[in-house]
C-alpha cells in the first residue's frame, strides 16, 4: 500500500516553482477582477467571493501538486565521492576554539 505512496513524484525544480507560483498569481488575480466586475454590476458581494474562491480552488489543482510541467528543469547533482582513505574527515567546525560565555 505504502509503495503506490512512494513511487509519486514529491519535487519540483527551481523554474518550475517560478512558474508555478506565477501561474498562481496569474489566476488569482483574473479571477479577483472578473469576480470584482461580475458583482458590481449584479450588485451581489457573495457572487465576488465564489468567483474569487473559485479561482483559488482551481489555482491551488494546477500548482501545488507537482506536475511534469514543472519538473523539466532537474538540478545536476554532484557525483558521491568515496572515501579513499581510512581518515574520517573533519568537520570545519571541529578546528575552531570555542569561546566560554561568562
Known amino acids: 500500500m505504502l509503495s503506490i505512496f512512494k513511487s509519486i513524484p514529491t519535487h519540483m525544480d527551481y523554474k518550475g516553482q517560478k512558474l508555478a507560483e506565477q501561474i498562481f498569481q496569474g489566476i488569482i488575480l483574473i479571477s479577483a477582477v472578473i469576480g470584482f466586475v461580475y458583482g458590481l454590476i449584479i450588485q451581489q458581494f457573495g457572487w465576488t467571493v465564489y468567483i474569487v474562491l ?4 482551481v489555482s491551488c489543482l494546477l500548482t501545488l501538486p507537482p506536475w511534469p510541467m514543472y519538473r523539466r528543469n532537474p538540478l545536476p547533482w554532484q557525483p558521491v565521492v568515496s572515501e579513499a582513505s581510512g581518515e574520517p ?3 570545519p567546525q571541529d578546528n575552531i576554539k570555542r569561546k566560554k560565555h561568562k
Not at 473559485?54 to 480552488?57: K, L, N
Open 54 to 57: 473559485a479561482g483559488f480552488a
Open 89 to 91: 574527515n573533519q568537520k
